[in-house]
Structure formats: structure tokens, C-alpha cells
């Protein structure tokens, strides 16, 4: 089941995906997560900066996860992430402890840096 999430930036500050773990895997199933941030004109750098820092705090805090950032060639106010968790738990973790910790150290982000709410979808593989 795929489904369309949209939470405010606030929540996901550059980016800080946060919330309840996604409920329509089962506990032990891989999570993957792709969402995508929209800068304000002018202020790519900026974004992608924080984005850097956001994702660099993740990837020593949890280094079982996938944890990518892009920037669209066609649109450089256009951010991705692709995210895979092991787990629900360790989605969970993820949400409710190292995001917070990442806001906690790098502050709010600037007010007006993200044109709108960042866009969460969960993905599901194709298979048989």
C-alpha cells in the first residue's frame, strides 16, 4: 500500500522527517521513505547546507540506514531524500529520538528557507 503523507516543515526542520512510525508495514519489514523539500528561489545553498548537517548528525547517529539527500539538476529549489530503515523500531528511533536531537543541536530552521510542507511517501518494492 502506497500513501501520501504531507507534514509541516516545522516537523521535518530541514529536514527532521519525524512522527509516528508509517503503520502499514509489519514490524520486521524494511521501511523506505522518499520525500521531497522545497527551497525558496535563492535560497538552495542554504537549504542544501542544512540538509548536509541533517544527514551527516544521521548518519553517525544510525549507521544501519540509508540516508540520501539529491537536489534535482532541473529544479535546484528541489530536494529528495531516500531513507531505508531495517525496521519499525528502528524507524521509530529515527523519529522520536535522533531527529529531536538533530533540531535540539541545529536550531529552527530560518523562517521562509522551505516554499511549503515537505511531501512523505512511504514506498513499497514491486513484486510477484
Not at 5 to 20: D, F, H
Not at 52 to 73: G, H
Not at 74 to 100: Q, R
Request: aromatic fraction near 8%; include cysteine; proline fraction near 7%.
Amino acid at each position: 500500500m502506497n500513501r501520501r503523507l504531507v507534514m509541516p516543515m516545522a516537523v521535518v526542520s530541514a529536514i527532521a522527517l519525524c512522527g509516528s512510525p508509517l503503520s502499514s508495514w509489519a514490524a520486521d519489514e524494511a521501511q523506505t521513505i522518499e520525500s521531497i523539500i522545497h527551497a525558496s528561489p535563492g535560497r538552495e545553498a542554504e537549504a542544501a547546507a542544512r540538509l548536509l548537517k541533517l544527514r551527516d548528525f544521521v548518519r553517525k547517529a544510525e549507521p544501519s540506514i540509508t540516508y540520501n539527500f539529491y537536489q534535482s539538476k532541473k529544479d535546484p529549489t528541489l530536494f529528495m531524500t531516500y531513507e531505508v530503515y531495517p525496521n519499525a523500531a528502528e524507524l521509530s528511533e529515527h523519529n522520536n529520538v535522533v531527529l529531536p536531537a538533530f533540531r535540539k543541536e541545529a536550531g529552527p530552521a530560518s523562517e521562509g528557507l522551505y516554499t511549503r510542507p515537505t511531501e512523505i511517501n512511504e514506498l513499497q518494492e514491486l513484486s510477484n
